[in-house]
Structures are given as C-alpha cells and as structure tokens.
C-alpha cells in the first residue's frame, strides 16, 4: 500500500479510535482549546451515547463508526449507524418504507450517518482541513459499497451542510430539502435591541408572554459549566421522559447519558430551570456551539403560561445575544416559533438508493417535495414578525 492509497474501516465501538483523531476530522477547529462549532459530532458527545445504552444493542442504531485512513493518518469519518427503524431521525423515511415494503422489498436494515436523536444541521463527512473532497468521496464510496455487499436498499445522510448535500449530488446520491426554524442574530446588544426589530403588535406579545411566564411563582435560573449539579439532572429526567413519553412512547437518551454529559460536557450545556418552592418544575437543555446555541430537550411538571417559550426560546435568545452567537436552533417543527422570531430555514440531507425503479420514483417524490418547500419557505417567511420597512410603529 503506497501514501496515496485510502484505507476504509467501520467500527462497532469509538473505543477502537483514538479521540483525538476522531476530533482533528470532527472539529478541527476546537484544536485552540475553544468549543467547537458542532458539540454533536464530537468524540464526547457520541461517545456519552454509545457508553450510556442510549445506541447500540436494543436501541435500533448500531454504530459502524467509518474511517478513512491515508498513509496512516486518519482524514476521515463518520458518525455511520445501521438501523432497523426510522425512529430518531427527524428527516423521516416512513413513507418510503412503507412504499417498498409494500411492493415486496425490505427496507431495513438500512444504514444512516447522523447524530442519533439530534435535528441540527453540521458536517456528517467528517475531514481534516484540506481534505474535504478526498474525505468525503472515500466516506461516501465506502457507505455505498458496505450498503450493496450486504445487500441493503437504502444509506442516507441527515442534516448534513449544505455544502455537503451539493457535493454528495455531483457524486450521484438524490438531495432532499427540508425546514426548520432558527433565530439569527443581526448583533443586537440586548433582548430589548431584538424586540425593537419586530413589528409593534409581536414586540408586545413577546413582552406579555414573558411576563406570564415569569409570574409562574418562582424563579427561572439558566445554568452552565459548574453551575449545573448532578441533582438537576434527576429533576430534568423526569421532565425528559414526561416528554419523551408522549412524542416518542419512550425516551430516546438513558439516564446515564445525563450523567456521563455532566462529567464530560458540561462547560457545553446551558440549562435553564424553572424552580417554584425549591424544586424545579420544568426545564430546557441546549448546547452550546461555537457560533450557535443548540435547543434540545423541554419537559415540564406542572403547566404555567407561556413558560415554554420562556425557557426553550426567549432565554437561548438571551444566551445567545449575551456571548455574541450567531444563530438559535430551535429544534424541528413548531411554526409556532415564526412569531418569536424564528424564521424558516431550509436543512439537507442524502440518501442512495439500490433499486433503480425506486430510486427514480424517490427522485421524482424530492423534486416535489423541494418546489413545495421552497413555496413554503417564502409564504412563512413574509409572515414573518419582523418589522417592514415600510410599517407605521405606534409606541408601546
């Protein structure tokens, strides 16, 4: 084997990785000590999955961890998981299972590369700088030929970049579109800089809807780094399956994820409470990003006025203006955001798939499902609660 050639290998465990490999490919950037931009496709966030139970064996995402090795040094990964189900994905597939399952054909296993249970957008083909397209065409050849020697229907790629999904169509995989909302920062000094851009009539709702919220009879505390205790974790497990009960029938993440994030990351998390008569009663986890706060998980106890809003968006607005990020992610769905200054964005994802008939009717179901998006996309958009320029304001 000379310099040039690249060495593919999938790997059932990180334990088989070195961490800082895996990170010099997954977040290049944090090599100055600081954060990096994607906390999600670190060693120690997919690491905290696989020793917590929360994937692997039971779970239906088994991980296949890829790497690219070049003259021994890795330039290449990816986050690959085989699944035998659609769950925890977020860019769903059901009716495309259902499609070819229906026709006679099994769907799964099929293989994904993603962070399990997390709808934010960053790199799934992990790369050393400088080796982004070499990387990412070894990553994808590779997922495609472990998929077609086992004789797998589908691999696909979720939340990828942009830049990714682009690239991943010049190599032949079909590119899909979706949305979400996030909040953008157009440098604000404070919350009140950000109300000011909004129309009258929403500037005044979001200041009653806070008043609301933070008349529920105690207080709301946001928690980072040291702040967060290992007792919190035991009261927002409660409000985490109270959640995941209801969305998902049973919680996606174990009890012991939250542990091993609070030995590992926790300089990595904002946590903010709702505590009324010395116990919390709800709460919202995000995480933090180089450029971006990432909201994550909600759950609650008991039910207060808008105290939703309050602790999944308004307080990562706060955070995010506070330490100068760029961007909220607010999680999947909920057009309810629109009006809390959440604007539609698109997000992307890849998919392959072997049977040539169904891989054309899948093509053809994306080109409309693009062109509805995108529709969609700009009707929300001048929906919007921003104000126009042309608007009259009357003072509040």
Known sequence: MDGTTIELTAHPSLDDIAPADWDACACPESADGGRPSDPFTSYRFLKALEDSGSVGP????????????????????????????????????????????????????????????????????????????????????????????????????TFCTEAEALAGAEMGLLHRITQQYHWHNEGYADFDGFLDALSSRKRKNIRKERRQAQDFGGEIVSLTGDEIEPWHWDWFWRFYQDTGSRKWGTPYLT?????????????????????????????????????????????????????HFELCYYRAIDYAIAHGLDTVEAGAQGEHKLARGYLPVTTHSLHWIGDANFRDAIARYLRAERNAVDEEIEVLTSYGPFRKTTDVEEQD
């Not at 992990?126 to 020697?149: C, F, K, N, W, Y």
Request: hydrophobic fraction near 40%; aromatic fraction near 12%; charged fraction near 20%.
């Open 58 to 157: 039971g779970t239906g995402w088994q991980p296949r961890y890829l790497v690219a090795r070049q003259g021994g040094e890795m330039i290449a990964a990816a986050p690959l998981y085989a699944k035998s189900h659609s769950q925890g994905e977020y860019i769903f597939d059901f009716n495309w299972a259902h499609a070819y399952e229906n026709a006679g054909g099994e769907y799964y296993p099929k293989l994904q590369i993603a962070v399990p249970f997390t709808p934010a957008t960053g790199r799934r083909f992990l790369t050393r700088p400088g080796q982004e397209m070499t990387g990412m065409s070894a990553l994808v050849q590779g997922t495609v030929q472990i998929a077609a020697d086992n004789g797998l229907a589908t691999a696909h790629a």
């Open 255 to 307: 009890r012991e994820f939250f542990d091993i994030a609070q030995e590992t990351m926790r300089d990595d998390m904002l946590l903010c409470l709702a505590i009324r008569e010395g116990r919390p009663v709800a709460g919202a986890l995000n995480f933090i990003g180089r450029e971006r706060l990432f909201g994550r998980y909600w759950g609650c106890l008991e039910h207060h006025p808008c105290l």
